[in-house]
């Protein structure tokens, strides 16, 4: 194998065709008593036995068997990424046409003076801030001095939009797209984009990760993923976090100034964030049973249908969402709609067509509360008391709102059977923060 592809990966001795002479190695499962560790995804409980060729108890591990098995009797083969790319120069990479605020500009600055200081950072901006372009310049820098930099975000949809963005911002740089539905063989780039969960493949392998939107399931919480984006990472190296809904643990920690950080209140074309009106429709779930849609919810939907705007409506769960579009099909027989969830073969179409304003609403789960943007949409959602609608994902379905210059505004409703901590907090944090803007002079209405 190419000394390319081996660099600040790990591998095992089927991905190296046996070619392990010279490679630093650790034992795929480390084994502590009754304890297993497996060290390519950290899992340490989900591990199963079966026979195998070395003839002893042998344990494979279930977490990331995706990845290909590995074994207690197997090794995780690896070599440091040690030496600048070639493709480190004086000129800039980037040609990104557009220009940043001075508010961005300011983060951007923050976060690449923390990079030049070797020290990690995190950017908390709203949505629809522009976090992407704002490290732009970062990216830029990083290249110039022959690191290697690595986008990570935990969803392929985020990937797959992130990819074409920053193709076009950086023409002359070779980006390698990495996620679990792509068979493309590996090569080593000066910049990668790819899940956090294809992090578990590296090792010392990236002089700068940015993790985008990492209070996004499944990186939030998932100790595994956190843990393998800091693995990632050369010692020397810096991982800048993006988030627009910060942990409490993060704003603890920035109240405590034990964080660098970067905050942005306000958009790019200063208006205030949409602020989400509660609307209680009582016991919406059992009137879908019946075969009755919540007159509360209905008087909602067709106020948006008079606005002759599109608008999204945001369900707990698939079979509550496929019984509303049943029931919305028989009452609206003259609009074209459908529905949407991360089980539908037909999903990224159904996203692209939606863009495209072929329908005139779409019903969906949480798997478009981010990393997709419409033009022109008010939401709803329905049913914003169910557990699944954190404080993190209302912010975040409500910023699907007014995030174009050209449309601004727009209206968010959380459609209730009583009000929940989660929806009185995300409420209260955008009303903050529109505050906050406004102190600042970020923002003008």
């Excluded at 120069?89 to 030049?116: D, F, I, M, P």
């Excluded at 707990?316 to 969830?341: D, G, I, W, Y």
């Excluded at 073969?345 to 997709?372: A, C, D, H, S, W």
Aim: glycine share 6%.
């Amino acid at each position: 194998m190419d000394e390319d592809q081996i660099k600040g990966r790990l591998l095992t001795d089927k991905e190296l065709n046996g070619e392990i002479e010279g490679l630093a190695w650790m034992p795929a499962i480390v084994q502590e008593g009754e304890k297993k560790i497996c060290q390519r995804c950290f899992n340490q409980q989900d591990f199963y036995t079966n026979e195998c060729l070395c003839a002893k108890e042998c344990y494979y591990c279930l977490s990331c068997l995706k990845m290909g098995k590995i074994r207690t009797c197997d090794r995780l083969y690896y070599r440091e990424e040690d030496t600048k790319g070639d493709w480190k120069r004086e000129a800039t990479y980037l040609q990104w046409q557009g220009r940043l605020s001075s508010s961005q500009e300011k983060c951007a600055k923050e976060v690449l003076h923390a990079y030049q200081q070797g020290k990690d950072h995190l950017i908390w901006a709203v949505t629809g801030a522009g976090k992407t372009e704002m490290i732009f310049p970062l990216v830029d820098y990083a290249l110039r001095s022959g690191d290697r930099v690595a986008i990570a975000s935990p969803r392929v949809d985020v990937c797959n939009e992130l990819f074409p963005r920053f193709q076009s911002a950086f023409p002359q740089v070779t980006i390698k797209l990495m996620h679990g539905r792509l068979k493309e063989a590996y090569f080593r780039s000066p910049l990668t984009i790819l899940t956090t969960h294809q992090l578990l493949r590296f090792r010392e392998a990236f002089d700068l990760l940015v993790v985008d939107e990492v209070d996004a399931f499944p990186y939030l919480g998932n100790k595994s993923l956190e843990v393998a984006s800091f693995r990632a990472v050369k010692k020397s190296g810096v991982r800048v976090e993006l988030t627009a809904t910060p942990t409490r643990e993060q704003e603890e920690a920035i109240q405590k100034n034990q964080l660098s950080y970067s905050m942005l209140p306000a958009r790019y074309h200063r208006h205030s964030l949409p602020l989400p009106r509660m609307v209680w429709v009582g016991d919406w779930r059992e009137k879908l049973r019946k075969g009755i849609v919540p007159k509360a919810f209905l008087k909602c939907l067709k106020e948006c249908l008079e606005d002759g705007r599109d608008f999204l409506i945001f369900m707990p769960n698939v079979a509550l969402m496929q019984r509303l579009e049943e029931l919305l099909h028989q009452k609206f027989s003259n609009v074209t709609f459908t529905s949407v969830s991360s089980r539908d073969p037909e999903r990224l179409l159904k996203v692209e067509n939606m863009k495209r304003q072929i329908y005139g609403f779409l019903l969906t789960t949480t798997i478009l509360e981010r990393g997709v943007t419409f033009p022109g949409i008010d939401v709803m959602v329905l049913g914003s008391e169910d557990e699944v609608f954190t404080r993190s994902a209302l912010v975040q379905i409500a910023g699907r709102v007014g995030r174009k210059s050209d449309c601004p505004t727009g209206k968010v409703w959380f459609l209730h059977e009583g009000k929940t901590k989660a929806s009185q907090s995300a409420i209260r944090q955008i009303r903050s923060l529109n505050v906050l803007a406004r102190e600042e002079g970020l923002i003008d209405d």
